[in-house]
């Protein structure tokens, strides 16, 4: 098929499980829809002429763009990145790690990228170093998605925020205010259930008065190990208290079912005292249900629905146990309680970036700085979760430090007990989450800049 004069590149930079699922998702499924509308135009054979193309290019309603992913060094990566990325709808093209490193470095590039004479660069994840470079290379604009990075300014056309208070950081670090665009929170863009919350608790099998507690142990391994049976452990102490729970959890698509079996026979899981089996369902016994992963029974008897569905599981869950990241401002904007838990009994599995990844990763001596510096660092954080970091009070509880499976369980059962106190929560961070359409917005910004280029 001959290539159009007219079609651009987009060229996209993300790391880990967080932007991917939260900022590049979004962002993409929105492009997939506007690319949709132009073949279906195509197919309706709408004759357009130079003039109108060029019109179209500037009001959205032309995407005859090619988007090649490239997914640098990060110390937050899963491994699972390029694989997740590529079942992406909307992708023509991932480059990985040492793809992306070796054409930054000595020019070579990715297998059947041939990059267009115009493009922009978009940042959504990592350091913004390899976006800068990346559309240096390309001689194409670039913009940054950010939550308050600010570093290579002059290297960005544009930097969009989610939040007022943001680009007041942004301001603060020099950059001009010209530059900075308000679009929303684009993890907001990615909460799409596909089944409402009757539903789905219906397929799940919880019962009338049932309470439905969801797991959120993470997507990258080295917190996934510990804090599934942190978490399970938990679960198995909060059904004690409240017979009939019922306990689900949600398996990030970064997680294989090789994982869960290794997390269960790990060393965490033995310090926190938890068995268990867990059995993946195989194709043939999923069903109509194609989200369900598995079934997990722990040693106490506990039996644990394990799926790959997300959205609708936090839609159905009268409350969730999860980590800090982006689940916590997905399920604020669902208006579902959480209790977010950050244990630090082994910090030096904590992955960090910049120098501090760099000093932690040394031989013999990393893993002690790491023990040291991590808990005076979080010290110094007033909040950790999304929603409690946007209102500067604790909106949801956070369990912290050298906490154990017993302290989080309390909080637990004394959640799941109190209905009014869970509805309390959710109006307020549903409030503080905002609205969707950051990823429409961000579009918006990505024509101006290719208009300001190129005309």
Same mark, same amino acid.
């Given at each position: 098929m001959e290539e159009r004069s007219d079609r651009w590149e987009l060229v996209i930079t993300v790391n880990s499980p967080g932007e991917?699922?939260?900022?590049?998702?979004? @962002?993409?499924d929105r492009i997939s829809r506007a690319r949709e509308d132009v073949r279906v135009r195509a197919r309706a054979g709408e004759e357009q002429d130079e003039r109108r193309d060029r019109a179209q290019a500037c009001t959205g309603q032309?995407?005859?763009?090619? *988007?090649?992913?490239? @997914?640098?060094p990060c110390p937050f990566a899963s491994g699972a990145e390029c694989? @997740?990325?590529?079942?992406?709808?909307?992708?023509?093209?991932?480059?990985?790690?040492?793809?992306t490193f070796a054409y930054l470095l000595f020019g070579k590039k990715p297998r059947g990228f041939a990059p267009s004479p115009k493009g922009v660069g978009l940042f959504l994840g990592g350091d913004l170093i390899y976006a800068a470079l990346l559309a240096r290379r390309l001689k194409y604009p670039a913009l940054a998605y950010t939550e308050g990075v600010a570093g290579w300014s002059g290297s960005f056309a544009r930097f969009a925020v989610p939040y007022p208070n943001v680009a007041d950081k942004l301001l603060a670090k020099g950059v001009a205010k010209e530059k900075i665009r308000l679009v929303g929170n684009l993890m907001l863009d990615a909460v799409a259930p596909r089944e409402t919350k009757t539903g789905t608790r219906r397929r799940l099998g919880v019962?009338?008065?049932?309470?439905?507690?969801?797991? $959120?142990?993470?997507?990258?391994?080295?917190?996934?190990?510990? $804090?599934?049976?942190?978490?399970?452990?938990?679960?198995e102490l909060a059904a004690q208290e409240i017979p009939g729970v019922k306990v689900v959890l949600s398996?990030?698509?970064? &997680?294989?079912?090789?994982? *869960? /079996?290794? =997390?269960?026979?790990?060393?965490? =899981?033995?310090?926190?005292?938890?068995? +268990?089996?867990?059995?993946?369902?195989?194709? /043939?016994?999923?069903?109509?249900? &194609?989200?369900?992963?598995?079934?997990?029974?722990? %040693?106490?008897?506990?039996?644990?629905? *394990?799926?790959? +569905?997300?959205?609708?599981? $936090?839609?159905?869950?009268? #409350? /969730?146990?999860? &980590?800090?990241?982006?689940?916590?401002?997905?399920?604020?904007?669902?208006?579902?309680? #959480?209790v977010v838990t950050l244990p630090l009994l082994y910090p030096e599995r904590i992955p960090?970036?910049? !120098?501090? %990844?760099?000093?932690?990763?040394?031989? %013999?001596? +990393?893993? &002690?700085?790491?023990?040291?510096?991590i808990?005076?660092?979080?010290?110094? #954080? /007033?909040?950790? =979760? !999304?929603?409690?970091?946007?209102?500067?009070?604790?909106?949801?509880?956070e369990i912290r430090g050298e906490a154990r499976p017993e302290d989080l369980a309390g909080k637990t059962v004394e959640l799941l007990r109190n209905e009014e106190e869970r509805k309390a929560i959710a109006a307020k961070i549903k409030a503080v989450a905002g609205k969707a359409g950051a990823a429409r917005r961000l579009m918006e910004l990505i024509r101006e800049v290719l208009a300001e280029r190129y005309g």
């Open positions: 991917v699922s939260g900022w590049l998702s979004p @962002v993409l032309e995407w005859d763009c090619r *988007v090649t992913v490239f @997914v640098p694989r @997740v990325i590529r079942a992406l709808p909307g992708v023509d093209l991932v480059a990985g790690p040492a793809e019962g009338e008065g049932s309470p439905l507690l969801l797991l $959120m142990p993470g997507s990258r391994p080295a917190h996934f190990e510990g $804090m599934l049976p942190f978490f399970l452990r938990t679960a398996l990030s698509p970064f &997680i294989a079912d090789g994982q *869960v /079996a290794g =997390a269960l026979q790990g060393e965490l =899981a033995g310090l926190f005292g938890v068995t +268990g089996e867990y059995r993946p369902v195989g194709a /043939a016994d999923q069903g109509t249900d &194609i989200t369900l992963s598995g079934r997990l029974v722990t %040693g106490e008897g506990l039996s644990v629905i *394990v799926s790959r +569905g997300r959205y609708e599981l $936090m839609a159905a869950a009268d #409350m /969730a146990l999860t &980590i800090p990241g982006t689940n916590t401002m997905e399920l604020s904007f669902l208006g579902t309680p #959480m960090l970036e910049g !120098w501090p %990844g760099l000093l932690g990763g040394l031989p %013999g001596i +990393g893993k &002690i700085l790491k023990r040291r510096l808990p005076k660092f979080l010290e110094k #954080m /007033a909040f950790t =979760a !999304w929603p409690n970091r946007l209102a500067g009070e604790y909106l949801v509880p």
